[in-house]
């Protein structure tokens, strides 16, 4: 079992920019996907970005960040990031990592996902 460590998160005002960071250093791990997930209060966990970490050129993103986020990685600190431009108020939320070693036909499920990290808040105000 693999817990991923995100970091980065904050408060800022819309326009803004955060860089989110989740690593899964100190194990012998390949995943397939690796993926970004955000909660606000009273609503679902949902998908925000995901790369195939075996093909970076495969990149996915929910269309309300196209365009604003960019998900990369580092594959030799086995770390993904996600750069968050232009934020905007509907950003804030929980922001989740999230793993899996075997690829899924919706990398936007969570259920797609076995190992997940504690999360880290991002905050934008108007």
């Known amino acids: 079992q693999v817990r991923p460590v995100e970091s980065g998160g904050g408060s800022v005002q819309a326009g803004g920019s955060l860089r989110l960071s989740c690593a899964t250093s100190?194990?012998?791990?390949?995943?397939?996907?690796m993926a970004w997930f955000r909660q606000a209060p009273g609503k679902e966990r949902e998908g925000v970005a995901a790369?195939?970490?075996?093909?970076?050129?495969?990149?996915y993103y929910a269309d309300s960040v196209k365009g604003r986020f960019t998900i990369s990685q580092d594959s030799a600190k086995n770390t993904v990031f996600l750069q968050m431009n232009n934020l905007k108020p509907e950003d804030t939320g929980m922001y989740y990592c999230?793993?899996?070693?075997?690829?899924?036909?919706?990398?936007?499920?969570?259920?797609?996902?076995?190992?997940w990290g504690r999360g880290t808040q991002v905050t934008v105000s108007s």
């Open positions: 999230a793993a899996d070693k075997e690829y899924s036909a919706d990398w936007s499920r969570p259920q797609s996902y076995k190992n």
């Open positions: 100190g194990y012998s791990y390949e995943s397939a996907y």
């Open positions: 790369i195939d970490t075996n093909n970076d050129e495969y990149t």
